[in-house]
């Protein structure tokens, strides 16, 4: 049988050497990853990762300001492209372990490990990991994997919680998976327009003077609905899609569906967990034009079924531009730098945390977290004892 070659071995002069040209290689312990491809989706920001380019981060995966989850140690092994030549490590300060051993150690499995080493691709290019090999996963990544998910019955909730960074295939239709697939401004550039007019058509309707509340009940007590009151519907509007798109996200795209049953645990893939899989996969993080408008439609044809026309449209038409603001805000909490302090800062580290440590139980607001403190699904904060 052919010998396994074992990690490849670098100097920490050779460390630097990369730095120096731009790459972003930090150690844990004698561990050495290649964060390259990754600085620009850092949550702390692209600038606190490079500032730690070429150092031994096993500290910083402890904290403060952030203690690690297990599976952002896990996100880290994608990255891993041989081991620092002994001696030439660095010693973590204060002492801590991090990922190379003690408290929160996570270890590496022999199978993925003996997949990483082979080569040197990680270093120059896309990760030495390949969390989909046949050896370390449960699902062929070669293949559409929708129609695997439904047979991996009860370990389903667990694998699907445990993020990886690669591109997803869903369907074995080139058509269905284009209809799948949308880049961010997709979605600006349909909806937008859609807003605009609709906007302008119920100004314009309310204009006339014709609308009134409870018309269909009683003519003597009837309110009027004058056109300055559009600004004030319209914001209706977006509050009404604030509670909704939490409810969506809590009830719909994070229930468990039975371990037993096929078809939901596929449809909870389609709809949610194909994104918790592979969170930084660009084409998937908003919903594609084809089928929101079905979606869309629907909850139009609710407004309509419960308010007088021209007032249903109007908050309706809130109601859609909240949608836009939440799928733009969504993919900026994935793929942007928000300067740190700034409030959309606290969102994407908000959001990551849901991500990587706190999918089932909090965290269910996108554009905002003003509803997950009355329903209390708030994250709480991270705190830190002192040292001596």
Request: net charge positive; glycine share 10%.
């Amino acid at each position: 049988a052919m010998a396994t070659a074992g990690p490849r071995s670098f100097s920490a002069a050779e460390v630097r050497a990369r730095c120096a040209q731009g790459a972003c290689l930090v150690s844990c312990h004698r561990r050495l990853y290649d964060l390259s491809g990754f600085v620009r989706l850092h949550p702390g920001g692209e600038q606190l990762l490079r500032r730690r380019a070429g150092t031994d981060v096993s500290a910083a995966l402890d904290g403060p300001p952030h203690r690690h989850s297990e599976n952002a140690r896990r996100w880290l092994e994608q990255y891993y492209v041989g081991e620092i030549e002994p001696g030439d490590e660095q010693v973590p300060p204060r002492g801590r372990t991090g990922t190379g051993g003690g408290p929160g150690a996570y270890t590496v499995c022999a199978e993925c490990l003996r997949c990483r080493v082979q080569g040197e691709q990680g270093l120059w290019g896309a990760p030495a990991a390949t969390p989909g090999c046949a050896g370390s996963d449960l699902v062929d990544w070669q293949k559409p994997l929708l129609w695997q998910v439904g047979y991996l019955g009860e370990k389903y909730d667990e694998w699907v919680h445990q993020p990886v960074d690669r591109p997803i295939r869903l369907f074995h239709s080139d058509f269905l998976e284009f209809l799948s697939k949308t880049a961010w401004y997709v979605v600006f550039m349909v909806w937008t327009p859609v807003v605009l007019y609709l906007s302008w058509v119920s100004y314009t309707s309310l204009a006339q003077g014709n609308t009134r509340l409870f018309s269909s009940f009683t003519t003597e007590y009837s309110i009027p609905v004058h056109k300055y009151y559009f600004p004030f519907i319209f914001l209706l509007g977006m509050f009404l899609w604030s509670l909704l798109e939490y409810l969506i996200h809590r009830f719909v795209f994070h229930m468990k569906p039975p371990a037993s049953n096929y078809y939901l645990i596929t449809l909870h893939f389609l709809l949610h967990g194909q994104h918790h899989k592979s969170p930084f996969d660009s084409s998937r993080l908003v919903f594609p034009p084809v089928p929101a408008s079905l979606v869309i439609g629907f909850f139009y044809g609710v407004l309509r079924l419960l308010l007088p026309a021209v007032l249903g449209l109007s908050v309706f038409v809130g109601g859609l531009c909240g949608y836009v603001i939440y799928d733009m805000m969504h993919y900026y909490l994935h793929y942007g730098s928000p300067r740190k302090g700034t409030y959309l800062y606290g969102l994407k580290a908000y959001h990551v945390k849901h991500h990587f440590e706190h999918q089932k139980s909090g965290s269910f607001g996108i554009s905002t977290r003003f509803w997950d403190y009355p329903f209390r699904t708030l994250i709480p904060e991270e705190t830190f004892k002192k040292e001596d």
